[in-house]
């Protein structure tokens, strides 16, 4: 029997790799990676594998995945995700870039009490890591200002899947739609919940992972 492909999950900004704890305990024993902006560590780890893969990712690791996915992603799942955050003159439903610079202005100014408002909207209430890597999550602010990964997302040659939460204050519904028409070829599961479904719907995201790997053969 030809063992089942890896899984590779990255998080999003202002969290780290422990937001897929619960997703991937209801994987079983499913191979499964972490890789990490280092928001919160002492470094980043964010090198793909050298194999096949499937890639899922969370909010801007979502965006991250769709850019940098490469040749061998045989899948990708996209939770509380888009393909592009901010807003532009030919994507009105972005999140408007002041907004996100108000949040550049909190994290120089306040990063621990910033982090912890915007996790909290989010839908977690508790402690922000202790090590905040100011500079890395800075650069993760600039990618979601930046990166407009639309066109990676209609030249992307492996299966792409998209969940979402219909209460998500952070990737709202409308922005959702905007980066994946109910009308186009990506159809959007949603679920009744907010912008961290693998934490408060973590059985749900590993059904799906699940899923999405077993209509994959492996090269």
């Known amino acids: 029997m030809t063992a089942a492909l890896p899984i590779v999950f990255v998080h999003g900004w202002a969290f780290d790799p422990t937001v897929w704890d619960q997703t991937r305990t209801a994987l079983g024993t499913a191979r499964t990676q972490c890789l990490d902006f280092g928001f919160f560590s002492s470094h980043p780890a964010m090198a793909l594998p050298t194999q096949p893969y499937i890639g899922v990712g969370h909010s801007l690791g979502a965006l991250w995945l769709l850019r940098h996915h490469g040749p061998l992603c045989q899948g990708l799942l996209l939770i509380n995700g888009f393909s592009r955050f901010s807003a532009a003159p030919d994507f009105a439903h972005g999140i408007p870039p002041r907004v996100i610079g108000r949040m550049r202005t909190g994290l120089q100014h306040a990063p621990a009490g910033m982090l912890r408002t915007f996790r909290m ?44 939460g219909t209460h998500d204050t952070i990737a709202p519904p409308n922005l959702t739609q905007a980066c994946f028409p109910p009308d186009g070829p990506i159809a959007t599961r949603w679920l009744d919940g907010r912008h961290l479904l693998p934490l408060t719907h973590a059985v749900q995201c590993a059904h799906a992972i699940a899923d999405l790997t077993r209509r994959i053969t492996p090269p």
Do not use: F, K, N, S
């Open 121 to 164: 909207r989010a839908g977690i209430d508790a402690p922000v890591p202790p090590h905040i890597a100011c500079d890395r999550l800075e650069q993760g602010l600039g990618i979601l200002i930046d990166m407009d990964c639309r066109p990676d997302l209609r030249h992307a040659t492996c299966p792409v899947q998209v969940m979402a």
